[in-house]
């Protein structure tokens, strides 16, 4: 369902190194970023399809109450006549 998010590991761990991190702690830290950032962030398109799935079944269910409360319009129609 989801699509890679570009996150640049190389860049965020020579960051953490030019603020005094140590390297072999930077470069764990960076791969354990980019895990969560895979595993937890929803991408645009994750969420347009939870929109569309979203819209669908609602548009389902929708469609059901109506067709129910036709049916039973007519039913009550039918019995008073």
């Known amino acids: ?3 890679a998010i570009a996150f640049d590991t190389l860049a965020y761990a020579k960051k ?3 603020a005094g991190v140590p390297e ?7 791969e354990a970023m980019a895990e969560l950032i895979e595993e ?3 991408t645009k398109r ?9 819209t669908h079944n609602l548009t389902m269910r929708l ?3 109506l067709a129910a409360s036709i ?3 007519a039913a009550v129609v ?3 006549h």
């Open 1 to 3: 369902m989801s699509t």
């Open 16 to 18: 953490l190194k030019a």
């Open 24 to 30: 072999a702690q930077a470069e764990v830290h960076a």
């Open 40 to 42: 937890r962030l929803a």
């Open 46 to 54: 994750d969420l347009k399809e939870l929109e569309l799935r979203l």
């Open 63 to 65: 469609g059901g109450m």
């Open 71 to 73: 049916a039973i319009v």
């Open 78 to 80: 039918k019995f008073i």
